[in-house]
Each structure stands twice: as C-alpha cells, then as structure tokens.
C-alpha cells in the first residue's frame, strides 16, 4: 500500500511538470524556456525536473516511451492468426474513434510549438525512428522464430512500411485539420486510406 502511494505521488509530481513545461514551451517557445523557469513555475527543484526528465525535449513528449512502443505492443499482443497490418489497422481504427493525441489528436497551440523548434521536430524523428526500430525487432524476432535462417529483410521492410503508414497518416490528419478542413471530413479520410493500405503484402 505503501509503495503504491509513493508511486502514485511520482506519477502526479511527473504529470504536473510536464504540463507545467508544456504551457511555458506554449507561451515562450521551447528553445527560449529553460529547466529553471520550468522548476519555479512548478515550485519544484531543478534536479527534480531533471531526475524525471533527464532531457528537455521529454517535457514536451512526455508520452515517449508509450508512443515508441505502441506499435511493437499492437502486435506483439494480436490474436492468433491475425497479421501484423491487421493489428496495426485494428488499433489505428480504434485510436481514430477514440481521439488518441499521438495519432494526431491535440491543440492547435502544441502543434504550432513542434512546428516552430527545431530541436522537438528532431526528437519527433528520433521518436518515431525508435518506434519503427522496436516494431521491427518484434517482426524479425517472429520470422527467426519460424525459420532460423531467416535473414530478417523482408521483416525490417514491413515494420518500415506500416509504421511509415502511421507516420504519413498521422501528418495529414494534423496537417488537415490545422489547415481548417471539418474534422469528421479529415476522419473519414483517414480511415478510409488506413483501411486501404494496411493490408498484409
């Protein structure tokens, strides 16, 4: 009971300088805000910050580590017989139903803040790069499994392909919708090109 509260308590101290970050990267820009403003801001320690995220692009994606495993865990846990495109499609339709910000769901002000730093454009790419790393590994971990011999090519391939769909997919929903088209219009486009091109190769 103990240790559940204390990790609980982290869990609420982590969630609040995040969003506390977020709002100054909001206001001031990300590169202009620094880890001390962010530690008065919060009224917590400036190690504090940095012992819950040891990098400042982190503040602002804070969902990382969920978001870069997201897609190896979608496949790693589908039902017997389903293909790899058939859980991620499964997932994408349901994410799209669901709102879910990393696919592409949030406020306007924090899109406008990736698009204005260059530093947190980069740690997207490095993101998504890790996402496409740890679905592929799970990928060739299932052909070596099957065939030992398995070189793991046409598994690196398909983790590229589905997680290159993710990524598109994810841009132009955002890209859409910051433009001013009707949400649902942007949906069913989405979804429609998702049901198109997730399909096993």
């Known amino acids: 009971m103990v240790q559940g509260l204390r990790e ?26 620094t880890i001390a403003q962010i530690a008065e801001r919060a009224e917590v320690a400036k190690m504090t910050v940095t012992n819950y995220f040891p990098l400042k692009e982190d503040l602002f994606f ?15 846990r589908r039902p017997a017989g ?33 698009a204005a730093s260059p530093a947190l454009q980069a740690r997207g790419r490095s993101m998504l ?16 499994e099957a065939d030992p011999d398995d070189d793991g090519l046409d598994a690196r391939l398909e983790a590229a392909r589905l997680a290159g769909i993710v990524r598109v997919l994810v841009a132009e929903l ?11 219009a942007v949906l069913e486009r989405v ?3 998702a049901c198109e091109h997730f399909r096993s190769r």
């Open 174 to 184: 955002v890209g859409r919708v910051i433009a001013g088209e009707p949400e649902e």
């Open 62 to 76: 804070d969902r990382a580590p969920e978001i870069v495993a997201l897609l190896a865990e979608v496949v790693s």
């Open 8 to 33: 609980r308590k982290k869990q609420a101290t982590r969630a609040h300088i995040s969003a506390v970050a977020t709002q100054l990267f909001i206001e001031q820009g990300f590169e202009a805000t």
């Open 129 to 144: 790069a890790d996402q496409e790393a740890a679905l592929a590994a799970v990928l060739v971990a299932e052909a070596q």
């Open 191 to 193: 979804r429609q090109a």
């Open 82 to 114: 389903t293909t790899p495109a058939g859980a991620v499609r499964e997932a994408y339709l349901e994410g799209l139903d669901a709102r879910w910000p990393p696919l592409g769901f949030g406020s306007a002000d924090f899109v406008h803040a990736i």
